[in-house]
């Protein structure tokens, strides 16, 4: 079930329009247009400290590879722990597009 403070019009018109991208660069141009560089490497950021917690990697190496700091860190930590799931199932799919059988 999805949370109710984030379902509106216009995050489902983002939803939508996210959906339709067709290519790395046509992600990248959206992206560009659509979000700061600050909000985008925040973004980013995020999902690299999702993928490291998942590695079990410790809060302090996080913190030094990724530039996060240690309540970025925990929040994202409280998503993959308590969270509608959102990080697990991408990272899941990113992981299976790197695996070697999956070219």
Request: a negative charge.
């Amino acid at each position: 079930m999805l949370d109710e403070r984030i379902q509106n019009e216009q995050i489902d018109d983002l939803v939508q329009a996210m959906l339709t991208l067709d290519s790395r660069d046509e992600a990248y141009h959206f992206f560009e247009d659509i979000f700061t560089i600050h909000e985008l490497q925040a973004v980013a950021q995020r999902l690299a400290v999702a993928r490291l917690l998942k590695e079990k990697v410790t809060y302090q190496d996080i913190a030094e590879r990724t530039g996060a700091s240690t309540a970025t860190i925990s929040r994202v930590n409280r998503c993959l722990t308590y969270g509608a799931g959102g990080y697990q199932s991408v990272l899941a799919k990113l992981d299976t597009k790197k695996a070697p059988d999956a070219d």
